[in-house]
């Protein structure tokens, strides 16, 4: 029977699977490719699900409706996007959408652009106030600082260039000015808003609303307060304006953020005393390092290597580069790592803490007239305290309750929330470095959807993404904000991979070519052989059991018995006419600690994962030879980053690797061997760890299935078959890392597991025992 006679036969009688029961990729054993394998769960990145959170309705693209002058802001309507704040991320939010083509108006309620860049009454500015992060990691893409700035321009410039690229790219014109949103309300068709503008009070429809309304204008004050009364006067940060009022006067500056270290630097020459309250220690980075400005120092790498990697290399420059101090009193010390706090930058205040001209006190404990006690049993009399408190992000107009408490939103992107595709927020997050390249990548997602250039997936995986990331941002950042946190590198590149349009092979990628697919049951299966088809291969699955859906021929085999494996492979070469590609997929994971000995699990896999693929291979070979063809093999991150409780897995996979390089030195003149190296990707197949209590979870980052298909058909497709492919970026990074700074990657992955182990994530585990033990638990 040829190929395509079997095709027809599969099509055609996929009901009468005799056995569907063993049609899972449970039961096959061998369908399922490895314990890093994909589940339903996993979107792709621009897969949109049915219910998925679409594209604008149709209407609402399209020029807007021209104002006085011809390039006006038009009226508001139910086609419309109104987008609310004319700080910074407002400015990027009209921006984008003018220049996607959606209608939109801008309502900024002061009588300028620039937010709280502005002087005046209802912002968090100060006269001195410098930005902390420096021009070319601050501008926005295509508007550069003039070159004649300083690295740290003042608070005016900055202003001047958020009003001046709101003026080059013909966003002011779009703003209603001096009108604020009073209240918004979710229409069936929109939103039905309230101003309050020159002309007063207003009604108006919109048919998307985008809130960028900043989130540093109303202060956050210790809740409950401390007890006692105090006598003195205090204030917050946000109504401070200039050092001079505080003349000769006992001033306590409460907190470490930014606002504390500016502040408490300014009264250094004017109060009479300056204390610092710090109920914490935090790291206080210089604004220059090694020369530069230091967020320069990050570099690409910032993008995809994991923090943990980049928070080793940050402590070891500081220590090495960092200033030094005169010796004196020094500031609380940090209890956690560089990058796990927003960043606080000062070069001053380290330097006169060491001097003695700010006095640093731990946090408060009460107050007692004019003395505040702290929390070490010292008390101080003081004449004024300035709380540095932070501010509350609020959305007060939007009625209906949706946003009570903005900073525990769960939002896809940190832009959409997952039940409203007619809201959207830009702005409402806090980033680790600058905000200016976060809301416009932020506005360029709203774009892109509003104007259907881009679809989001559907809510479930939206949900699920968001619910990873704020399991990795607590890891990370603790309880403070975990919902707002962003990886500015990190959050930039994974929108600019978003946005991007795909680089799909061609629909004639495979054409004609005859593709042998071990566990072609399995999730990686399933999915190679559906886009092998569609991009016009033939393929023949070899598999335990043939899967009552299947939409490729199969031919039963189980790959650990060697004559089962000739005979499949014969098969398989008979009916395609010859074999141009053999894809190693089969696999099994399990947990199998090393400190044991090597019982059935460990052989199993070792038959599977190694000497299944080994003997498939070598009997492909003569027919790999005769069509110059291509063999992938299907290893994992696993092979070159180890984890500890899975031995047998590592083992075979990287003794996978080391097959394949051994068998390209034999063959490689006729045919192309590639090793892809996945990282886990949800399916059932992690089901027997979690049962163990040993999940991945927390330690290795589920990617989508689609990046391993694609990985696939790029060594498939490629001029030269290429010797190893990563199937993700951040894959190349710890590949790379694994294979030149073993030690470091080692150290890594053992610091992960022992604050796993320290937060208790193994305690059900009984196989994780003794290691927990040898860790002190
Ligand atoms: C003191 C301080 C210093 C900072 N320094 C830096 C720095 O150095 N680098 C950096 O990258 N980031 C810095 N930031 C972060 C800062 O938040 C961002 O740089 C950015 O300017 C925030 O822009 P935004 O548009 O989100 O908010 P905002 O600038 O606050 O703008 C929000 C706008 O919305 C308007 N608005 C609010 N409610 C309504 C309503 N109901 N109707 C109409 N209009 C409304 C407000 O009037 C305001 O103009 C700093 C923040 C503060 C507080
Ligand atoms: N460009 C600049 O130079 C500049 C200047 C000022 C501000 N900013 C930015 O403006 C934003 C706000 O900064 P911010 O410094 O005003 O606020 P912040 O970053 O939120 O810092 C608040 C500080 O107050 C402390 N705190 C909060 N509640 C407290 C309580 N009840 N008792 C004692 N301490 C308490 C916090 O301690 P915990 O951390 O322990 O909660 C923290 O140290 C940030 O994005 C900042 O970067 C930038």
Request: glycine share 12%; with cysteine; charged share 20%.
């Amino acid at each position: 029977m040829d190929y395509e006679r079997l095709c027809d036969g599969v099509m055609g009688t996929s009901a009468s699977n005799p056995d569907p029961e063993k049609t899972g990729p449970e039961t096959t054993g061998q369908g399922t490719a490895g314990p890093e394998t994909a589940g339903p769960e996993t979107a792709g990145p621009a897969t949109a699900e049915p219910g998925a959170a679409g594209p604008a309705p149709a209407g609402p693209v399209g020029p807007a409706p021209a104002g006085p002058g011809g390039f006006g802001p038009g009226g508001f309507g139910p086609g419309v996007t109104v987008v609310v704040g004319g700080g910074a991320a407002g400015i990027a939010a009209v921006k984008a959408l003018v220049e996607a083509g959606v209608p939109v108006v801008g309502v900024e309620r002061a009588p300028a652009l620039g937010g709280l860049w502005r002087l005046d009454d209802d912002t968090a500015a100060y006269e001195g106030l410098r930005l902390n992060t420096s021009k070319p990691r601050t501008r926005f893409s295509d508007h550069p600082m003039p070159p004649e700035w300083p690295d740290y321009p003042d608070r005016a410039r900055m202003l001047e260039y958020l009003q001046g690229y709101a003026d080059r790219f013909g966003v002011t014109e779009r703003f209603r000015l001096g009108t604020t949103l009073v209240s918004a309300r979710r229409t069936g068709a929109g939103w039905e808003l309230e101003l309050d503008g020159p002309g007063g009070r207003s009604r108006e429809t919109a048919g998307h609303l985008v809130v960028a309304n900043g989130h540093n204008h109303i202060p956050r004050h210790p809740d409950p307060p401390y007890p006692g009364s105090f006598t003195g006067t205090q204030s917050h940060a946000h109504t401070y304006r200039t050092p001079g009022e505080f003349a000769g006067r006992r001033v306590l500056v409460v907190g470490t953020g930014n606002s504390a270290m500016d502040i408490a630097t300014e009264l250094a020459d004017h109060a009479d005393t300056v204390l610092l309250s710090a109920r914490r220690g935090v790291w206080v980075l210089p604004k220059r390092l090694l020369g530069r400005p230091s967020d320069q120092l990050n570099g690409a790498l910032a993008a995809v290597l994991p923090w943990r990697v980049r928070q080793a290399v940050s402590q070891a420059v500081l220590r090495l580069a960092g200033p030094r101090l005169p010796a004196g009193p020094r500031l609380p010390a940090p209890r956690r790592g560089v990058l796990q706090d927003h960043p606080t930058l000062s070069d001053t205040v380290p330097a006169l803490v060491a001097q003695g001209r700010i006095l640093v006190r731990p946090g408060i404990s009460r107050f007692e007239e004019g003395r505040v006690h702290f929390t070490d049993g010292t008390a101080d009399e003081v004449d004024h305290v300035v709380w540095c408190t932070g501010y509350r992000a609020a959305v007060p107009f939007l009625e209906g309750g949706e946003a009570d408490d903005p900073s525990r939103l769960l939002l896809h992107r940190h832009v959409f929330p997952l039940d409203d595709d007619a809201l959207s927020y830009v702005g409402l997050m806090q980033s680790t470095g600058s905000a200016l390249p976060v809301v416009e990548a932020q506005a360029r997602l709203v774009a892109a959807v509003r104007s259907g250039a881009h679809r989001l997936p559907g809510r479930d995986a939206m949900r699920a993404a968001a619910v990873e990331e704020l399991g990795a941002a607590r890891a990370r950042w603790g309880d403070r904000r975990p919902h707002m946190r962003i990886d500015v590198d990190q959050y930039l590149r994974t929108v600019r991979r978003e946005l991007r349009p795909p680089r799909t092979p061609g629909p004639h990628a495979l054409s004609g070519r005859r593709i042998v697919l071990t566990g072609a049951a399995g999730t990686f299966g399933r999915a190679m052989s559906a886009r092998f088809t569609e991009l016009g291969a033939h393929v023949v699955g070899l598999d335990l059991v043939r899967p009552d859906d299947a939409g490729i021929p199969f031919v039963p085999c189980d790959l650990t018995s060697p004559e089962a494996v000739d005979a499949a492979v014969a098969e398989a070469a008979a009916l395609l006419g010859g074999i141009d590609l053999l894809v190693n997929n089969a696999g099994r994971g399990g947990p199998a600690p090393a400190e044991l000995p090597p019982g059935e699990e460990v052989r199993a896999q070792l038959e599977l994962n190694l000497l299944g693929a080994w003997h498939t291979t070598a009997a492909a070979v003569p027919h790999l030879e005769r069509s110059r063809g291509r063999v992938v093999f299907i290893a994992s991150r696993m092979a070159l980053l180890p984890l500890p409780l899975a031995a047998a897995y590592g083992v075979s996979k990287r003794a996978l690797a080391a097959y394949a390089d051994a068998l390209r030195l034999e063959v490689g003149t006729h045919i192309g061997v590639t090793t892809v190296y996945p990282s886990m990707v949800r399916s059932p197949i992690h089901d027997s760890t979690r049962r163990a209590g040993l999940s991945l979870d927390a330690v290795s980052r589920p990617e989508p299935v689609e990046g391993v298909v694609a990985a696939v058909v790029a060594a498939a497709t490629a001029r030269r078959a290429p010797r190893d492919l990563a199937t993700t970026a951040r894959g190349r990074v710890e590949t790379a890392l694994a294979r030149h700074a073993p030690g470091l990657a080692d150290r890594l992955v053992r610091r992960t597991v022992a604050a796993r182990i320290a937060a208790g994530d193994f305690a059900d585990a009984p196989m994780a025992a003794p290691m927990v033990r040898r860790h002190g638990g």
